[in-house]
């Protein structure tokens, strides 16, 4: 059984960090783009992070380029979302998704495989 597992999400202080993790198993990603996905209340799930399937391209929201960081660990089976300076706007479940494709994807119907989701709420 294929699964994505975030963990990491949590509250923090605007102006604070989080490093988000996701593992997968069930099979092998390590030829797989990866993403981050966020969704707030009352939104649509929005794009945040990809990066292809050695992490050697990367792309992000505008939102975020300059205070978040993909990153991953294919011996790990392992992606990372480092995010830094955190806004109250980023407050939203965070969601790391896997794609039989790799490059870059940015669309959430591109992507195949999805976690559940870890919270991530910043207080001003």
């Known amino acids: 059984q294929v699964q994505l597992v975030e963990s990491g999400g949590g509250l923090v202080q605007a102006g604070g960090s989080l490093r988000l993790s996701c593992a997968a198993s069930?099979?092998?990603?390590?030829?797989?783009?990866m993403g981050w996905f966020r969704q707030a209340p009352g939104k649509e799930r929005e794009f945040v992070a990809a990066?292809?399937?050695?992490?050697?391209?990367?792309r992000y929201v505008d939102s975020v380029k300059g205070r978040f960081t993909i990153s991953r660990d294919n011996a790990k089976n392992t992606v990372y979302l480092q995010m830094n300076s955190l806004k109250p706007e980023d407050t939203a479940v965070y969601y790391c998704?896997?794609?039989?494709?790799?490059?870059?994807?940015?669309?959430?119907?591109?992507?195949?495989?999805w976690g559940q989701g870890t919270q991530v709420t910043v207080s001003s």
């Open positions: 998704a896997a794609a039989k494709f790799s490059g870059l994807v940015t669309t959430t119907t591109r992507y195949d495989y």
């Open positions: 069930g099979r092998t990603f390590s030829s797989d783009a």
């Open positions: 990066a292809n399937w050695n992490g050697s391209s990367t």
